[in-house]
C-alpha cells in the first residue's frame, strides 16, 4: 500500500452559507467527533508520507474550530513542521482567535470568494448576500502573509460567468497573488454560457499582457497557469492520487478516495473503509490505483481528437463518478469548457 501522501478531514458538514452551487448535504449537519479526529490524525502517522499534507473541509472547518486545532496540534506533535496544513474557509468566522491560530501554525487558508461584487451565490442562512462581509475580512487575512500562504478560490456557474475577468483583477487589486477558479460543472452550463467562459478567458489574457508591459507580475492564476504550461511546453496528464496515496474521512469515520466522496450525494458507494477497520476494499483502491490518466472516456468526443489535447491536464475520478458514467469518463459539460478556455489562452500562453 503506497504511503499517505495527502489526508483530508471532513470536521463537518455544517455551514453558516448555502451557497446555491453547494453540493454538501447541509440537512444531515453531522461533524466529527474528538475521538474520531484523532484516530484520523494518528492514522496520518501511522501510514504518512515524510512530508504529509493534512487538509480539512466542510461545510465550513472554523464552526468546529476546536477539532481543527485538536487535529493540528495532533499532526504537529507528531510530525513538527513536516506537515503542510491548508483548509478552506468563506472566512466569516476568521476573528482574532482564528487569525492568531493560523499564524502560530502557518496555515495554509483558501478564501472562499467569488468576487466582490453583488449579486453573488454566497448567501448566509436568511438568504443575505455576504460578500461585503467577507471583503471586510480580507485585509487582516492578507495581513497573515508571510507566515500563511493565502489564496482566493472563486467558484464559478452560468450567472456570473461574465463577471471572471472583473473578479480576477478586482481580487488582484485587494492584494491576492494566487488566484484559483473552477466552473461548478454540474450547473446548467449551456451554449452561451460555455461562450461567454471563453471570451472572459481572452479578457484575462488582454489584461495580463497589460500588466507585463507595464513591468508588473500577474497573478498566478489557476487552471489558467497549467493549461498555459501544457501549451507551451507540453506535459503529461497526470494522475491526482486520489484513492491512492490521498484519502479523506468523512464525519463518521468512513474512509473515501477523496473529500468529493467523502461530502457529495452519490459518493457513499466509493467507500474504501473506516478508520476502525482501515482500508478494507482493496479491489477497489486498486481499481483508483489502475486509472490511467491517458485513457479517460470523454462524453463530449475524444481525446485523441480534441482540439484542446495539447493545453487539457483534466484528471478526476469524482467528476465521472458523480456527474458521468464512472471514475474514468468526462462529463460533456466539462470538456466542452476546457475546450473553451485552452482556445481561449493559447494566444497568451507565454504570459
Given amino acids: 500500500m503506497s504511503s499517505l501522501r495527502s489526508l483530508t478531514l471532513v470536521v463537518s458538514e455544517r455551514c453558516n452559507l ?105 448567501r448566509d442562512v436568511g438568504g443575505r448576500d455576504v460578500t461585503a462581509s467577507i471583503l471586510e475580512r480580507v485585509p487582516a487575512l492578507l495581513a497573515l502573509s508571510p507566515e500563511c500562504r493565502v489564496l482566493a478560490r472563486m467558484t464559478v456557474v452560468p450567472s456570473n460567468v461574465a463577471r471572471l475577468a472583473t473578479h480576477v483583477r478586482s481580487l488582484y487589486a485587494l492584494g491576492f497573488r494566487t488566484i484559483v477558479y473552477q466552473p461548478a460543472y454540474e ?96 479491489a477497489l483502491r486498486d481499481e483508483f490505483a489502475a486509472l490511467d490518466p491517458h485513457r479517460l472516456e470523454p462524453q463530449g468526443g475524444n481525446c485523441a481528437t480534441c482540439t484542446a489535447r495539447d493545453g487539457c491536464g483534466h484528471f478526476c475520478p469524482a467528476g465521472g463518478a458523480l456527474l458521468a458514467d464512472g471514475l474514468r469518463s468526462v462529463p460533456a459539460v466539462t470538456c466542452a469548457l476546457i475546450r473553451a478556455q485552452v482556445a481561449a489562452i493559447r494566444p497568451y500562453r507565454e504570459h
Fill in 18 to 122: 448555502r451557497c446555491a452551487y453547494c453540493k454538501v448535504p447541509k440537512e444531515t449537519a453531522r461533524s466529527m467527533r474528538p475521538e474520531t479526529v484523532d484516530a484520523a490524525v494518528d492514522w496520518l502517522v501511522r501510514e504518512g508520507a515524510a512530508e504529509p499534507v493534512l487538509s480539512f473541509y466542510g461545510g465550513e472547518p472554523f464552526l468546529e474550530s476546536e477539532l481543527l486545532i485538536r487535529a493540528v496540534e495532533r499532526a504537529r506533535k507528531a510530525f513538527g513542521t513536516r506537515v503542510r496544513v491548508n483548509t478552506p474557509t468563506n472566512a466569516l468566522l476568521m476573528h482574532e482567535a482564528a487569525l492568531a491560530f493560523a499564524r502560530r501554525e502557518r496555515l495554509e487558508l483558501t478564501i472562499s470568494i467569488d468576487g466582490t461584487t453583488v449579486p453573488s451565490e454566497r
Fill in 187 to 282: 450547473a446548467d452550463w449551456a451554449g452561451d454560457s460555455i461562450d461567454c467562459f471563453g471570451r472572459e478567458h481572452a479578457r484575462i489574457g488582454t489584461w495580463f499582457v497589460g500588466l507585463v508591459s507595464l513591468g508588473k507580475s500577474p497573478p498566478v492564476l489557476e487552471p489558467w497557469r497549467g493549461i498555459a504550461q501544457r501549451l507551451s511546453r507540453g506535459a503529461s496528464r497526470v494522475h491526482c492520487g486520489a484513492g491512492v496515496d490521498s484519502l479523506a474521512v468523512a464525519p463518521g469515520g468512513a474512509i473515501y478516495p477523496c473529500y468529493r466522496f467523502a461530502a457529495e450525494p452519490g459518493g457513499e458507494r466509493y467507500q474504501l473503509g473506516d478508520l476502525c477497520r482501515g482500508v478494507t476494499e482493496k
